[in-house]
């Protein structure tokens, strides 16, 4: 069996956000066992998987990210749709587009302390829209 499912996520804030139920909502029930696979549809927004208890680890990222990706580098060449865009694309693609998760027992098989993020670069990334395919039997 293979599902696939487009999902729009809530815009955010610029931040790192924890989406994991979120995605688990606007989708049908798991499989007993199998993959699930989710993938980004922008340039300038991520995906990983971390901490889902504490809160000052997704302020943490985004204050490291910021230092190792700065905005108003002057050596930047795509600047025209604002300060936040051309360091956006570059985190994006640190971070990663897609993420895959095994199923077992019909739920999400992560460790005890974690959760799907949302990567968002953008000061107004707006809603964003998730590709999600589900493999099991």
């Known amino acids: 069996m293979i599902q696939q499912i487009e ?7 610029r931040g790192f956000h924890l989406i994991t139920d979120e995605v688990l909502n606007q989708l049908p ?15 300038s927004a991520g995906l990983t998987i971390n901490e889902n208890a504490d809160p000052t680890v997704r302020e943490d990222f985004e204050m490291m990210m910021n230092k190792i990706v700065p ?17 956006a694309h570059i985190k994006s693609s640190l971070m990663g587009s897609s ?21 968002e670069f953008r ?8 590709v999600v395919t589900i493999t099991g039997d």
């Open 7 to 13: 999902v729009t996520l809530k815009p955010k804030n």
């Open 29 to 43: 029930n798991l499989p007993k066992k199998g993959l699930i696979h989710i993938f980004i549809k922008h340039t």
């Open 71 to 87: 905005e108003n580098d002057p050596d930047y060449k795509h600047t025209f749709e604002g300060p936040d865009d051309m360091p």
């Open 99 to 119: 993420i895959s998760i095994p199923i077992t027992h019909h739920q999400l098989n992560t460790g005890t302390w974690q959760g799907i993020y949302l990567c």
């Open 123 to 130: 000061n107004s990334g707006g809603a964003r829209k998730i």
